[in-house]
Structure formats: C-alpha cells, structure tokens
C-alpha cells in the first residue's frame, strides 16, 4: 500500500467555488431544511431496488440487521487543524472501514486532492478492479472529450428526389420519445405535401452501429439491444429509468410508430416498413426533416444520475464515430481507451467491453477514476464539468436517493456526490465531496466478491461519509 500522505489543507475559496458550480451544492435543494427532511423521509420509505445499473444474477439475501458501524476519527478535525507530523491521520479514518467484511475480499480505495491530483489515501489504488457502472465516469469523460457538451446525436427522414420513397435514419439517439418522434412526423408530412406528395413508401436505416446488437450479458431488462434507432430507449412501459420490458427489434418499432404518424398527419405509408439504406441525393440536399437530442452535456447528466445503460452504450459509440472507429461494442472500448490516454489518466490495466458497466470484463482502477474526477473538476477543462454536475446527491436525486439517510452516513446527504455500481458480488462508489475548508476532494472505492450489496453498500457509505465534514 503506498504511505499515506499527510493532510496539508489550506483554505480553497476558489475550488469552492469550483464545486459550487458544479452542482455539490445544489440551490433550493438539499440546503433547503423543509426540503431536506421531505426528501430525507421519502428516502427512509424506500425499498432498496435494483436500479438501472444493476445486472441480473442471483437474488441477494434480504437485508441483515445492521452491524455497529467501525468507529472512525473525525476527519474534519484533520482538515480544521492539520499536522504536518502526523501523516497518518486520513490512514487513521479509512484503514478501518476498508476493512469492513462488507466489502468482501477484494477492495481497493483512492482519495485525491482534485485541486493538485495529490493522492491522500490509497490501497491498491492502481490495480484493475471489475467497475460496475462507476465506469459510465469513464464513458461520458471520453464523449465530453471527444465531442464536446454541445454535441446533438440526430435522427433524420431522407427522401428520394421525388419524395415518393422515404427512410427514417438512425443516428444513434435513444431518448428519441413518441413527442420528437410526432413532430417529427408533421415536420415530414408538412414538406411532403409541400411537393404535393400524400403517398410513401418507408424504409428505415439503423445501419450506423456495428458488430452484436446484444450486450454478451443476453437479452434482459437493463438494456435494449443496442442499435441505431429506438424510441425511448426501447421501454415497452412508461418508466424513463430503471429495468423495463424491452422491445426485440427497437428500430421496427420505431419505424411502425413513424408509419402510423405519417398516416395520422394526412400522408399514407404503402405497405410495412422495411429495413434498407437512405436514398441517393445530391450531395447538397438536405434532409427533409430532422430531430436532435438534447445537448451532449445533458445526456451525460441523464447517464450518470439514472445509471442509464442504454443511453451510456450510444454515448460510448458517438466517442466510436468521433475517433473514426466500429459503432461496436469494440470500436466503441478502442475510442474510450485512445481519448482517455489523451487526457493523460493512468489507464494501465484498464480495459472497456462496454459503456455501461455490465460487462464483468471491465476494468479500471480507483486511480484512474479519481483521476477522471480531477480532469472533471479542472478549470482548464470546463467541457468536461457535466461529470460532476450529474453524479447524483447523496439522499436527495437518482441512484443514490435511498443512501446516505440513516447515521453514521447521515452526514453525506447533500455533500457527497457519487457514481454508484453495483452487479453480483461487485459493489463501487465513485464521486467527490467538499470539506469545510472548500477543497474539492475525489474518492472511488472498489470491491470485488462482495457477500451482499445489503452490507457492501452501507460500507461504501460510511467510507465515503467519513470525507464528509
């Protein structure tokens, strides 16, 4: 393990104000106090569920009766009045709750400085551990980085030059829902009968993505198979986040769904949809209509708050097409691995067979999360800010509303700000904090061969509220 560096911490208005901006404190949220005991109360209600980041295995026991918690030294103390002298301070904290028999028998820890990339604390925090979601930081890093916040994924209807033959195109946008898709059905009917046509025959093209359309993990309801073209990230209910019924053939469904709006906006489609290419146009036609996702920026937020498998698959592939690469499943890894190597983060040992995190073939370390976090929070590098301002709040919004509102992990909730990861016998947790001095500090914590997330989480917690003030 390397030796624990002392805590030299100064006041940091500016990485407070870093923070701030980034969402560690959220307005009229969690600093609320009427707000805050509503939330905290609807999260005490709350069932533990699986989540979207989960994968299917065995059914885990039902929870035990909790453990007495490791007792731990105040660390805010350490940071109130440090003491160059004694290096073993944060040592002192983490040592004991890393040893929780919660956290099975593999575990691995890194806390750094993000404001100079210092590591404070860390055990094992360079080997290769098996990530869960927590590598969806990695994911969205790379397509900030190789795309930019601003970046829209499109889906667009392309017509032959006499209108009269239509294809719905795929771009690659899973949170294309049934209202873009009806407006994007007007916008097509309205240019059609601008060319007094009233009559189509559909294609639809999906062919932009590459290699398997199912996850190695088969068929389930954490992820759709993973194609070009999908309406609502191919949900068969109304959720917008978590485990759902998933359509077989997203891009069918989609195509069937255009065709029967089409045909409501006054223009009749011939016959089923079927699968083929964009017709030939002139190389400076435009499309005849076209809808847009949302700001990259936003998706990134969505993917991390909700742990959203499929949206982080379409994000791990626009990084594929950004780098030139297969929209597969091993372009898509290829593209990861070359924009996080750009950015100077310690890859060694890491490997991406996925974007989402279900695939037991990732690998990453602590180090090279807590190094994505610090890439995150620099200045320098505001692309990258929606890492930060997605992870979700500790008590309060997405994966880890139902966490941090019981002690001795009370603390936490408002404060911490975490990637969640959680398959059978793999549970992690990877985000930042604030101390009272203001400096922004990241954390990941990885264990592997976990006996329960029932006892793996809370440990988790109580490591991560330990850095809490």
Sequence with gaps: MPEPRTWQLTTCSAVLGLALAAGAVTAAGPWDNGQRKAERARAAAAAPTGGAHH?????????????????????LRALAAPDSSRPGDLAATLVPLLADPGLGTLRTASVVDATTGEQLYGEGATTPMTPAST????TTVAALAALGPDHRIPTTVAA?????????????DPTLDTARLKKLAGDTARALKGRGVTAVRLAYDASLYQGPQHHPIGPNENLAPVVALMTDGGRLDDSDSGPAPRSADPARATATAFADLLGAAGVTVQ?????????RAAPTAAPLARSYSEPLSALVERTLTHSDNDLAEALARQTALARKQPASFDGAGRAVRAELDALGVPTA????????????????????????????????????????TGLPVG??????????????????AGLIRAKTGTLTGVNTLAGTVVTAEGRLLAFAFLAGRTPSPYTAQPALDRLSAALVP
């Design 55 to 75: 994968a299917p295995g065995p059914a885990a026991a039902g929870p035990p009766r909790p453990a007495p918690a490791p007792s731990a030294p105040g660390v």
């Design 135 to 138: 590598v969806k930081i990695a």
């Design 160 to 172: 032959s030059p006499d209108g009269r033959a239509l294809t719905l195109v795929g771009g690659g």
């Design 271 to 279: 016959g089923a949809p079927a699968p083929g290419r964009a017709p």
């Design 349 to 388: 040992g890491a490997r991406f067979a996925d974007g989402s995190g279900l695939s037991r073939a990732d690998r990453v370390s602590a180090a090279l999360l807590t190094a994505l976090l610090t890439r995150a929070a620099d200045p320098a590098r505001p692309t990258l800010r929606p890492v930060l």
């Design 395 to 412: 008590g309060f919004s997405g994966t880890l509303k139902s966490r941090f509102d019981t002690a001795p992990t009370a603390p936490g």
